[in-house]
């Protein structure tokens, strides 16, 4: 047995083991719901198909062809591009709305998860200005 894409094997494997780890602890607790079993079914089937597709040579192959298509490696550039900007929008809202909770409430609380928001912030943009300067070096 030989793995041919390793990727797919590791993701299928952590899907396996999160899906085993989730169906014990629900059991352990002794409140196993069908939410619980939907999602446990869904990690194990999609794990239990990722391992069988890295373990096929061809269908290692089309995974690997699908992973280089050009237009999937916009789409994901894309679809990463847009969940960042949304995550700073979201998180600058929360962060606005924490202060004005402050500011009404007077909650100390409110006012360090705002910082922690704005501390999260500062790094995105640092991270993304930093990112830039070294892509752009690259080019």
Known sequence: MRIHHKKNFWAGLGMVALGLVNLALSLWRRDFTLSTGVL??????????????????????????EEQDERNILVNLKTRTSAFRWTRL??????????????????????????????????????????????????
């Open 90 to 139: 979201v998180s600058f809202g929360l962060m606005a709305l924490l202060l004005v909770a402050r500011a009404a409430t007077g909650e100390e609380l409110l006012l360090a998860i705002a910082v922690g928001l704005a501390f999260s912030l500062t790094i995105s943009f640092f991270a993304e200005f930093f990112s830039a300067l070294y892509h752009e070096s690259k080019n």
């Open 40 to 65: 446990v079914g869904a990690l194990l089937l999609l794990g239990v198909s990722s391992l069988l597709r890295s373990l096929s040579p061809q269908l290692s192959q089309q995974d690997k062809i």
